[in-house]
C-alpha cells in the first residue's frame, strides 16, 4: 500500500529512503538506514523486523540480494509483503510477494531498489526511475525528485496521505554528532510528497553549505538593511548606522541565533551566506 525508493551515493558515502503511501504515517513504519551498512524499505503489510534486521545482515557484510534471501526464508507472511535494500556496495534488490496487491512491483539497478503495491498503474515504478537517474544533485535531492515522479504518474491508486525521507551518511546529522543527515515526515496532508519537498528545501536553507565565493560580507546597502531589520524586530535600538561595530555585531548574533541560521553565518567575521541572506529581506523587510 506504498511506492518507495531505496538508493544510495556511494561517492558521498549516503544511503536513504523516500516514501509514501495512503497509509497515516509511513515513515513511523518504512524506511530503515544505517550509514555504511545500507538501507532497507519494508511495505505491504510491512514486516517492520526486516528493517532492524535488514541493517544488520547488511552490516556483516551481506549483500542486499543475500539479506534478503535471509529476511524471506523464515517469514509464513513471505507472499504479502514487498521490500527494497541497497547494501554498502550500492548493492540492490526487490521483492514483492504474489499476495501484493495490483499493480504491484519493481526495479532495481546499480544503488537503487524501487516498489511499489496498490499503484495506479504499471506506469509509476519507471517514472520514478526516470526522474531517479535524470535528476542531478545530492541524494536527498535525488530521492525526492524520484518520489515526487511516481506520486504525479499516480502513485497509490487509494489516494494520498503520507510520505517521508529518511538519509544517513557518516557524521552527516546536526553538529556532526550522529549519522541521521535528513529524516523528514509528513504524516497527514493532502498532498504529502509535495509538502515533503518543501521541508527539503528548508532543510537545506538551515543546514546547506555555500562555497565562499557566495558569502555575502555585511557592508554598504546590505548592512543597513540588516540592521534596518535588527531595529524593527527591536534587536538594535537607534538608526542604521552602516556601521557593523560592536553593538551591531552583538544585536545581529543575537538575531542569527533566533532564527536558526548559526550553520549559515558568522557574525564574528561578518558574513552570511547569500541564501540566506535573500531570505531574511523576504522575510523580515517591511
Avoid at 535528476?135 to 536527498?140: E, M, N, R
Avoid at 543527515?181 to 537545506?204: A, F, I, K, Q, S
Wanted: charged share 25%.
Amino acid at each position: 500500500m506504498t511506492f518507495s525508493i531505496v538508493a544510495c551515493d556511494l561517492k558521498e558515502q549516503a544511503w536513504g529512503i523516500a516514501v509514501a503511501s495512503k497509509f497515516p504515517a509511513v515513515g513511523a513504519v518504512a524506511p530503515w538506514a544505517q550509514a555504511g551498512a545500507g538501507a532497507v524499505a519494508t511495505q505491504s503489510f510491512a514486516n517492520t523486523s526486516f528493517g532492524p534486521r535488514g541493517l544488520e545482515f547488511m552490516a556483516q557484510g551481506l549483500s542486499a540480494e543475500e539479506t534478503l534471501a535471509r529476511l524471506l526464508q523464515d517469514d509464513p507472511d513471505r507472499e504479502l509483503r514487498q521490500v527494497g535494500l541497497v547494501d554498502a556496495k550500492g548493492g540492490a534488490a526487490t521483492y514483492s510477494g504474489n499476495g501484493c496487491f495490483n499493480w504491484a512491483g519493481g526495479v532495481k539497478g546499480k544503488g537503487y531498489a524501487i516498489q511499489g503495491n496498490i499503484l495506479k498503474s504499471a506506469k509509476v515504478v519507471p517514472a520514478m526511475k526516470d526522474a531517479f537517474l535524470k535528476t542531478k544533485g545530492s541524494l536527498p535531492s535525488r530521492l525526492h525528485a524520484a518520489l515526487y515522479a511516481g506520486d504525479r504518474a499516480g502513485g497509490d491508486k487509494r489516494g494520498r496521505q503520507s510520505a517521508a525521507i529518511y538519509v544517513v551518511k557518516p557524521k552527516g546529522g546536526y553538529g556532526g554528532f550522529v549519522d541521521r543527515w535528513v529524516d523528514y515526515r509528513v504524516d497527514d496532508h493532502e498532498d504529502p510528497v509535495t509538502r515533503l519537498g518543501e521541508l527539503l528545501e528548508l532543510h537545506n536553507l538551515y543546514f546547506g553549505k555555500s562555497p565562499e565565493a557566495e558569502r555575502v560580507t555585511l557592508k554598504g546597502n546590505n548592512l543597513k538593511r540588516i540592521q534596518q531589520i535588527l531595529i524593527n524586530e527591536k534587536y538594535l535600538r537607534g538608526g542604521p548606522s552602516g556601521k557593523f561595530d560592536d553593538r551591531a555585531k552583538k544585536a545581529f548574533t543575537e538575531f542569527i541565533g533566533n532564527e536558526n541560521f548559526e550553520e549559515r553565518s558568522d557574525p564574528s567575521a561578518g558574513w552570511v551566506d547569500k541564501p540566506v541572506l535573500k531570505y531574511l529581506f523576504k522575510k523580515f523587510e517591511k
